[in-house]
């Protein structure tokens, strides 16, 4: 029974496309395509090679469309769905709508040159950022430090990222100044520094130019449209899941030669801002302006993946990259809320086998958490595929860090108390082969990412077929050879068979309690998880609350103490000032030989005047030294209140009693 070209079902998460590379090994072809009067072929079929000792059989597969060795960059970009998807992120005609474009297959099959190009042809990702930059450029808001919208989107990010402008970020990364304004929390920005993109004398030599990059295939006949009444921001981040852990890649470790420095892995989870969705928290996010500096970003973020030299590759990639393009729309006139949809083109490390890959050590233990993620991709996918049936199957794709990045956010929230509207996710799979490569390797990953797939020629014969064919041939049990033995056999043969089923029928009955079991269990997980999640958030707040308390009673006691010590320290020079004043009052009225000048009695008053300020200022003079003396402002006090009033020019008092007494 052939298998009819297979349409997506309505559960699957992705259209599965597969592209085939040109193979420049000898072997022999082991996956060949099949040919067809439709526009595209959609099959193809793998003979196991005939030094195969596992009597494997010959499998035929269905994609959404299969792409021949000879089918280029351009083709594939309009023949995969990625155009459409493009547009759906934008949103013409109303809320945007969340895409994702992932590349899977064995390493060294062609995945980084079909995502990311060479140095001669853009990849998909260029050229799906040249189409978004294109079709918005009229439209993109002023991105620089300061302008009103850059406030706003750091504002209405929900995943706590660190946001900045392209210009500041590249000058952060290959200017003179990076060290002191790198990085910077979203909430005070780096100020923005246009300069950097026209001043050569401050760009660094390592800066990637796009000048360099590859410029074809061209996409300028690629229109779509998008909102005339809105006005767009392009916002890019970069991460990868490394060892099943999260980085974020436009830190800048690399360029800014402190690889040394431990990285951070970041977390996958529900903030304040998105309690219905899952996001990346922490990550360097990067407004960008055009199309040049967006490649600029795109440049950078990779040179910070993990890639080794393995026996397969000479530049294999040890971690799965994750390349985000945030569309932000808004109302233009109205200066309303920013909707936000992305585009997030994952290129996810090739599956190796350690004999070819000739791998040791921590590029091992690389190897056994990539191809681990992937098993559990695999099962998720396979999930999927079932489920096109009706049944509700539950997809594990709590697994590993891979699955939950990309199904997490594909199955509706349980948190019925928060509702924001989302699209659904559109989701495109481009599956790479060598049809000359290893064959168990590439028939494992084509088992569980096509969407359909029968076993065409049975290379093992059944056991039926061998009892029927060799019952008059061969003699019974017993020796005998007559019409009769071979009917007492194949009695024997249905007793055991019906055995057999009985067995089969009991134990099918144990797995459907044992399923209902599981699905319960989970059921219940599931609403403790939320139950916990409910828990933390009110823990939280309860102890925000408790701080924020403290923290200001806190604050009014120091500030009353402060208050206390100035009047203290104002009381204690005023009463100083008058213990001078009356001792010298009292010095006046105890002279008995008063000498009498000519002088008129306001040049008395003057020099009187005079003689207070010189002692004034001596005073002053003197509490300025003890105070530099004493080892606090309290301690200070305790000495002043203690210590009696002393002359402080003795030699000046005894001169001025002569005077008087002469």
Same mark, same amino acid.
């Given at each position: 029974?052939?298998?009819?070209?297979?349409?997506?079902?309505?559960?699957?998460?992705?259209?599965?496309?597969?592209?085939?590379?040109?193979?420049?090994?000898?072997?022999?072809?082991?996956?060949?395509?099949?040919?067809?009067?439709?526009?595209?072929?959609?099959?193809?079929?793998?003979?196991?090679?005939?030094?195969?000792?596992?009597?494997?059989?010959?499998?035929?597969?269905?994609?959404?469309?299969?792409?021949?060795?000879?089918?280029?960059?351009?083709?594939?970009?309009?023949?995969?769905?990625?155009?459409?998807?493009?547009?759906?992120?934008?949103?013409?005609?109303?809320?945007?709508?969340?895409?994702?474009?992932?590349?899977?297959?064995?390493?060294?099959?062609?995945?980084?040159?079909?995502?990311?190009?060479?140095?001669?042809?853009?990849?998909?990702?260029?050229?799906?950022?040249?189409?978004?930059?294109?079709?918005?450029?009229?439209?993109?808001?002023?991105?620089?430090?300061?302008?009103?919208?850059?406030?706003?989107?750091?504002?209405?990010?929900?995943?706590?990222?660190?946001?900045?402008?392209?210009?500041?970020?590249?000058?952060?990364?290959?200017?003179?100044?990076?060290? %002191?304004?790198?990085?910077?929390?979203?909430?005070?920005?780096?100020?923005?520094?246009?300069?950097?993109?026209?001043?050569?004398?401050?760009?660094?030599?390592?800066?990637?130019?796009?000048?360099?990059?590859?410029?074809?295939?061209?996409?300028?006949?690629?229109?779509?449209?998008?909102?005339?009444?809105?006005?767009?921001?392009?916002?890019?981040?970069?991460?990868?899941?490394?060892?099943?852990?999260?980085?974020?890649?436009?830190?800048?470790?690399?360029?800014?030669?402190?690889?040394?420095?431990?990285?951070?892995?970041?977390?996958?989870?529900?903030?304040?801002?998105?309690?219905?969705?899952?996001?990346?928290?922490?990550?360097?996010?990067?407004?960008?302006?055009?199309?040049?500096?967006?490649?600029?970003?795109?440049?950078?973020?990779?040179?910070?993946?993990?890639?080794?030299?393995?026996?397969?590759?000479?530049?294999?990639?040890?971690?799965?990259?994750?390349?985000?393009?945030?569309?932000?729309?808004?109302?233009?006139?109205?200066?309303?809320?920013?909707?936000?949809?992305?585009?997030?083109?994952?290129?996810?490390?090739?599956?190796?086998?350690?004999?070819?890959?000739?791998?040791?050590?921590?590029?091992?233990?690389?190897?056994?958490?990539?191809?681990?993620?992937?098993?559990?991709?695999?099962?998720?996918?396979?999930?999927?595929?079932?489920?096109?049936?009706?049944?509700?199957?539950?997809?594990?794709?709590?697994?590993?860090?891979?699955?939950?990045?990309?199904?997490?956010?594909?199955?509706?929230?349980?948190?019925?108390?928060?509702?924001?509207?989302?699209?659904?996710?559109?989701?495109?799979?481009?599956?790479?082969?060598?049809?000359?490569?290893?064959?168990?390797?590439?028939?494992?990953?084509?088992?569980?990412?096509?969407?359909?797939?029968?076993?065409?020629?049975?290379?093992?014969?059944?056991?039926?077929?061998?009892?029927?064919?060799?019952?008059?041939?061969?003699?019974?049990?017993?020796?005998?050879?007559?019409?009769?033995?071979?009917?007492?056999?194949?009695?024997?043969?249905?007793? %055991?068979?019906?055995?057999?089923?009985?067995?089969?029928?009991?134990?099918?009955?144990?797995?459907?309690?044992?399923?209902?079991?599981?699905?319960?269990?989970?059921?219940?997980?599931?609403?403790?998880?939320?139950?916990?999640?409910?828990?933390?958030?009110?823990?939280?707040?309860?102890?925000?609350?408790?701080?924020?308390?403290?923290?200001?009673?806190?604050?009014?006691?120091?500030?009353?103490?402060?208050?206390?010590?100035?009047?203290?320290?104002?009381?204690?020079?005023?009463?100083?000032?008058?213990?001078?004043?009356?001792?010298?009052?009292?010095?006046?009225?105890?002279?008995?030989?008063?000498?009498?000048? %000519?002088?008129? %009695?306001?040049?008395?008053?003057?020099?009187?005047?005079?003689?207070?300020?010189?002692?004034?200022?001596?005073?002053?003079?003197?509490?300025?030294?003890?105070?530099?003396?004493?080892?606090?402002?309290?301690?200070?006090?305790?000495?002043?209140?203690?210590?009696?009033?002393?002359?402080?020019?003795?030699?000046?008092?005894?001169?001025?009693?002569?005077?008087?007494?002469?």
């Amino acid at each position: 029974m052939a298998m009819e070209p297979p349409p997506r079902p309505s559960s699957s998460l992705f259209d599965v496309y597969l592209r085939l590379r040109p193979s420049n090994v000898t072997n022999v072809r082991f996956l060949n395509v099949e040919e067809t009067n439709a526009t595209h072929p959609t099959h193809i079929t793998i003979k196991p090679p005939t030094t195969d000792n596992r009597k494997r059989a010959i499998e035929r597969f269905a994609f959404t469309r299969v792409f021949e060795e000879d089918a280029r960059q351009l083709e594939l970009l309009k023949g995969t769905g990625v155009v459409p998807l493009i547009e759906g992120v934008l949103g013409a005609r109303g809320h945007g709508r969340d895409g994702l474009l992932a590349t899977l297959g064995v390493t060294g099959s062609g995945k980084s040159h079909t995502i990311l190009g060479t140095k001669s042809q853009r990849g998909l990702t260029q050229m799906a950022m040249d189409i978004l930059f294109q079709n918005t450029g009229t439209q993109l808001v002023q991105s620089f430090y300061g302008a009103p919208a850059f406030s706003s989107l750091a504002a209405a990010d929900v995943s706590e990222a660190h946001m900045y402008t392209a210009t500041a970020f590249l000058d952060s990364m290959y200017g003179d100044n990076q060290s %002191e304004r790198f990085p910077s929390r979203a909430q005070t920005p780096m100020p923005d520094c246009s300069s950097f993109m026209t001043n050569g004398a401050t760009r660094s030599k390592n800066i990637p130019r796009p000048s360099t990059l590859p410029q074809n295939p061209s996409v300028h006949d690629i229109e779509i449209p998008s909102d005339p009444n809105a006005e767009y921001a392009i916002v890019i981040s970069m991460y990868e899941v490394y060892n099943d852990r999260i980085f974020d890649l436009l830190t800048g470790n690399t360029t800014k030669k402190s690889a040394n420095t431990k990285r951070r892995a970041l977390l996958f989870k529900s903030t304040e801002q998105s309690p219905d969705r899952k996001v990346v928290a922490g990550l360097t996010k990067i407004i960008c302006g055009s199309f040049e500096e967006a490649l600029m970003v795109l440049e950078t973020g990779l040179t910070e993946r993990k890639v080794a030299g393995t026996g397969s590759n000479a530049v294999s990639s040890r971690s799965h990259g994750f390349f985000c393009l945030e569309v932000k729309k808004r109302d233009a006139e109205r200066k309303g809320p920013w909707s936000s949809s992305t585009l997030t083109i994952v290129d996810l490390a090739g599956s190796e086998r350690a004999r070819n890959a000739k791998t040791a050590g921590a590029t091992l233990a690389e190897a056994g958490k990539i191809n681990e993620s992937l098993m559990y991709l695999g099962q998720c996918m396979q999930m999927q595929s079932d489920n096109q049936d009706g049944s509700k199957n539950i997809v594990p794709f709590r697994q590993c860090k891979l699955t939950e990045l990309l199904f997490s956010n594909s199955f509706p929230s349980s948190n019925t108390r928060h509702h924001t509207h989302h699209n659904p996710q559109k989701a495109i799979m481009v599956v790479t082969a060598d049809p000359k490569g290893d064959f168990n390797a590439t028939s494992q990953i084509l088992r569980y990412s096509a969407l359909a797939r029968e076993v065409t020629v049975p290379r093992i014969p059944s056991v039926t077929s061998t009892i029927l064919s060799g019952a008059v041939l061969r003699p019974t049990s017993s020796g005998r050879t007559t019409p009769s033995a071979v009917l007492e056999e194949l009695e024997a043969a249905n007793a %055991e068979i019906a055995r057999l089923s009985s067995e089969i029928e009991i134990f099918a009955l144990r797995l459907t309690e044992e399923t209902a079991r599981r699905k319960a269990a989970e059921q219940s997980w599931a609403v403790a998880e939320e139950h916990m999640a409910d828990l933390e958030a009110e823990i939280r707040d309860e102890c925000f609350a408790d701080m924020e308390a403290a923290v200001s009673q806190e604050r009014r006691r120091w500030q009353s103490a402060w208050d206390e010590e100035a009047d203290n320290n104002q009381a204690h020079l005023d009463s100083k000032i008058d213990v001078v004043i009356k001792a010298t009052k009292a010095q006046m009225r105890d002279q008995t030989n008063v000498q009498v000048y %000519e002088d008129s %009695e306001k040049e008395r008053a003057d020099e009187l005047e005079r003689e207070n300020e010189v002692l004034r200022a001596k005073l002053e003079a003197l509490e300025r030294a003890d105070q530099a003396r004493s080892a606090s402002p309290v301690k200070k006090m305790r000495v002043l209140k203690t210590k009696k009033w002393t002359n402080p020019d003795p030699e000046a008092s005894m001169l001025r009693a002569g005077l008087d007494s002469d």
